[in-house]
């Protein structure tokens, strides 16, 4: 069982920086390719960024690419997303999901374990 707990996320301006952090629990989580995924109110969950289990491999959406970085630090049971040049259009519950899977995955239900998620809200 591993438990995702994200933080970071606050109200910014446009054209601003945030980093989320997830930490998660548990002796495995080197073990795990993790993901951040956001949502918006009616509209589904979608795929933001992932990471393999060493951090040797990344996949973006086409909407952040350039702009958000993800990363982890596997003796901190810790995976980031640096957020640059943020837009309105990023404003999201952003959530940091975990997934028994040595490879990224893009897909929603590739991932077991889910936090609670952390509120962004970029103004213009």
């Known amino acids: 069982q591993v438990q995702l707990v994200e933080s970071g996320g606050r109200p910014v301006q446009a054209g601003g920086s945030l980093r989320l952090s997830c930490l998660a629990s548990?002796?495995?989580?080197?073990?795990?390719?993790m993901g951040w995924f956001r949502q918006t109110p009616g509209k589904e969950r979608e795929f933001v960024a992932s990471i393999n289990w060493s951090g040797g491999s990344t996949s973006y959406a086409d909407s952040v690419k350039g702009r958000f970085t993800i990363s982890r630090d596997n003796a901190k049971n810790t995976v980031y997303l640096q957020m640059n040049s943020l837009k309105p259009e990023d404003t999201a519950v952003y959530y940091c999901a975990a997934a028994r899977s040595i490879a990224t995955i893009t897909r929603e239900y590739g991932y077991d374990y889910w936090g609670q998620g952390t509120q962004v809200t970029v103004s213009s």
């Open positions: 548990g002796r495995t989580f080197s073990t795990y390719a």
